[in-house]
């Protein structure tokens, strides 16, 4: 019996399978339950042997919660007669038939697809994809449909969860991101141009209970002419010569064309006031800043935006990154490998790539006819509490987006506090006099670049806002207090608050929505 191209395809064996799922508790409350806290964490940190111990016990047990773990999280085999005492309700014919079973070796079953609990704040959910190289060792197919990983993690934890009318989620994968988006949206449209993937996404889909509108297409050509609300995207953003390897990496276009492409398509797809959201990849140059790869991307949208650089990876680094991630590190032919990597190495070179940026585009569409420059922040955020979330994400936009509304005299006469959890830091030298202070940094431990650097005006301004006066009186107080033209102490300290303002460290005592 041979297992079709795309399986889960039929709509009775998927709810079937929902159903034994279900009864067997087959969640991310239970499944966590069974392993243990030890082993949980272990295979949270890609050791699987602590799991592998706990669940065959149980499942020798005759637990079929137990069985399933090792089938769709764990990718053991498994005997037939453990099977459909689990599958009851799907049967090891007809999961065999529908594909989400395959034969193995000994007269053995195992899953043809990785079905993984999943949670966020709200519910449990259920994602189906392809296995990866760990857990079935050598290259993945072609048509490889990636699960939950650390990408699209964060691009699920930075998604603003307003609620909106339509969402395209675009490159969708195994439909992890049109999953946590169907909570807070009226339609969800998921694209890719893998069949397999869609195959999947809709199996997803149906184990949640939700309903996408799923099209085949490359970029924006499955939804010309429409527009949404919210895009998602976690595109094949990897850099290469081009080839087109694997689908869920390899975008077909040489260097980062693709990425460049679907931010210049962007603004034409989304709703006035629309945000779209996605993880991209650039090539940096020679000795360029960063900014000028990405920074030509964003020049003819229009809309307003904030581009993060994670981090950046040395060509090599990259590719060998990239070479473990699809198996290959690990495939028997280590020539051709390193055949690979050395082409791959060479292109790099031959474009005087001398790093490659990872990081998310931020982009919104001002709604109506908005007059004025489009406000572009360009930020390297690399540290431990630089993690963007969607309330951190949907407050700085709102932040920036009210400072381009305020004159320097509108600022004066606004009255402004301090966020609660603002730090003050001072680091000071010894010198003959005693200690003098070299650094005044005012910052927000959980806030994504929330740090602006005072002078001792500064520090002694800020000192005061706790919304009682306007920002004005201060500033005369200040002036009146130490000698000084309130003109010019005015105008030295307004850029301080104005980054302040935008990174969440001062609030507008008027204003509600600034804080994440």
């Avoid at 048509?143 to 969402?167: E, F, K, N, W, Y």
Wanted: proline letters at 6%; aromatic letters at 6%.
């Amino acid at each position: 019996m041979t297992t079709p191209h795309a399986p889960l395809t039929d709509p009775g064996a998927v709810d079937a399978l929902r159903g034994d799922l279900a009864s067997a508790g087959y969640d991310a409350d239970h499944v966590p339950d069974l392993l243990g806290a030890d082993a949980h964490h272990a295979l949270g940190r890609g050791h699987r042997w602590p799991a592998l111990h706990v669940t065959a016990r149980a499942a020798a047990a005759g637990s079929n919660l137990a069985t399933l773990t090792r089938l769709f999280l764990l990718g053991t085999d498994e005997a037939p007669d453990a099977v459909a005492a689990a599958l009851p309700g799907l049967g090891v014919d007809s999961g065999l038939e529908c594909g989400v079973l395959e034969p193995a070796a000994a007269g053995r079953v195992r899953a043809a697809v990785d079905i993984r609990p999943h949670a966020d704040d709200r519910r449990s959910y259920l994602v189906v994809s392809d296995f990866d190289s760990d857990s079935r060792p050598g290259p993945v197919r072609a048509d490889h449909v990636l699960g939950i990983g650390a990408a699209s993690v964060t691009l699920a934890r930075m998604v603003i969860r307003r609620p909106v009318g339509r969402v395209l989620d675009l490159g969708t994968g195994c439909g992890i991101q049109a999953l946590h988006c169907a909570a807070h949206s009226d339609s969800i449209t998921a694209t890719d141009t893998n069949p397999r993937a869609l195959a999947l996404a809709g199996a997803t889909a149906q184990l949640n209970g939700q309903s996408w509108d799923l099209r085949r297409g490359s970029l924006f050509e499955p939804v010309a002419g429409e527009q949404f609300d919210l895009i998602v995207s976690n595109p094949p953003f990897v850099i290469s010569a081009g080839e087109q390897r694997f689908e869920y990496r390899d975008s077909g276009m040489a260097g980062d064309e693709l990425c460049r492409r679907l931010v210049a398509d962007l603004p034409a797809h989304l709703s006035p006031g629309g945000t779209a959201q996605l993880l991209a990849n650039w090539m940096i140059r020679g000795d360029g800043d960063w900014r000028w790869a990405v920074g030509p991307w964003l020049a003819e949208t229009g809309c307003d935006g904030w581009v993060v650089q994670r981090e950046v990876a040395h060509p090599a680094e990259y590719v060998s990154l990239w070479l473990q991630d699809t198996g290959e590190a690990l495939a028997a032919d280590a020539q051709a490998t390193q055949d690979l990597a050395g082409q791959w190495l060479d292109y790099f070179a031959r474009e005087n790539v001398t790093g490659i940026g990872m990081g998310s585009i931020t982009l919104r569409k001002r709604p109506g006819r908005a007059a004025g420059t489009p406000d572009v922040v360009f930020d390297a955020l690399a540290g431990t509490g630089d993690i963007l979330t969607g309330p951190e994400v949907d407050a700085f936009l709102a932040r920036r987006a009210y400072l381009a509304g305020q004159t320097d005299a509108d600022l004066m006469d606004t009255t402004l506090s301090l966020a609660a959890d603002d730090l003050l830091e001072l680091r000071m030298l010894p010198t003959t006099s005693g200690w003098s202070p070299v650094l005044r940094m005012l910052h927000r431990p959980a806030g994504p670049g929330a740090s602006v650097q005072l002078d001792e005006w500064g520090q002694a301004l800020f000192g005061g806002f706790t919304g009682a006066v306007t920002l004005r009186t201060q500033v005369e107080l200040l002036a009146a207090a130490h000698g000084l033209d309130p003109g010019a102490l005015a105008a030295a300290v307004l850029p301080a608050v104005r980054t302040a303002i935008s990174r969440g460290l001062l609030h507008p005592t008027e204003v509600t929505g600034f804080s994440a």
